[in-house]
């Protein structure tokens, strides 16, 4: 496939193996922002705008290549979901998402000084009910700590999942699919 060589803003390892399943050429910036909500921003806004200013921030640290940056959150009744900062915040959230289903949202922003492409990707994953004891041998398992929501799919998270609609890849950092679109309209319009 014919990609630009981009640059990816992201210190995430999944981000980087998902776009190295794609064959795309990168290298890597860490762009650090701050990812305090605004007061009454919409789940949608809010993803969107952490993507773009994740690639923007990375701009000003590459070689005049475009950038990529993408962020994902889990939505549970209109409240964004974040990465636990401690055991009862992780035991909260487990609570609300077991039983049923919940939005991930992962939004991908592809940029330079003149030109800006994105994307928004939205699935549904359903949790099984969890019990005190999957809730607890969880966190201890060490995987929630660095994960919107406070989960992975593509880990010991998954046996809690028996169902999604929409991106698994999205699910886990970025959209296989709505990627692949983004870099070839990128190239397309070059
Ligand atoms: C829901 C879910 C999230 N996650 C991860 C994806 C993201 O890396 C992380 C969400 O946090 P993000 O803030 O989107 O990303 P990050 O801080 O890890 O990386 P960067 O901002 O540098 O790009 O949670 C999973 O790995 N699996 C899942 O099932």
């Known amino acids: ?3 630009p060589d981009i640059t ?11 776009l190295t399943q794609l064959g795309v050429r990168f290298e890597l910036v860490k762009a650090d922002i701050d990812e305090t909500p605004q007061p009454n921003e919409a789940p949608a806004a809010y993803v969107q705008r952490l993507a773009q200013q994740k690639a923007r921030a990375g701009l000003g640290l590459c070689q005049q ?4 940056g ?3 959150i889990v939505v549970c009744d209109g409240a964004i979901l974040g990465k636990p900062t401690d055991f009862a915040d992780f035991n909260q959230t ?3 998402l077991s039983g049923r289903s919940h939005q991930v949202m992962t939004a991908v922003a592809l940029l330079d000084d003149t030109r800006q492409l994105q994307c928004l990707v939205s699935t549904l994953v359903w949790f099984r009910p969890l019990t005190a004891a999957d809730i607890h041998s969880y966190w201890h398992s060490g995987e929630p700590q660095d994960k919107a929501g406070g989960y992975g799919i593509q880990g010991l998270g998954g046996k809690f999942i028996p169902r999604i609609d929409g991106s698994y890849s999205a699910v886990v950092g970025l959209p296989l699919y709505e990627t692949d679109q983004l870099l070839q309209q990128w190239q397309e319009r070059a």
Not at 65 to 68: E, F, I, K
């Open 1 to 3: 496939m014919n990609y």
């Open 8 to 18: 990816l803003a992201s210190a995430s390892p999944r981000r980087r193996e998902l």
């Open 65 to 68: 290549r475009p950038v990529l």
């Open 70 to 72: 993408a962020d994902t």
């Open 94 to 96: 487990m609570q609300r």
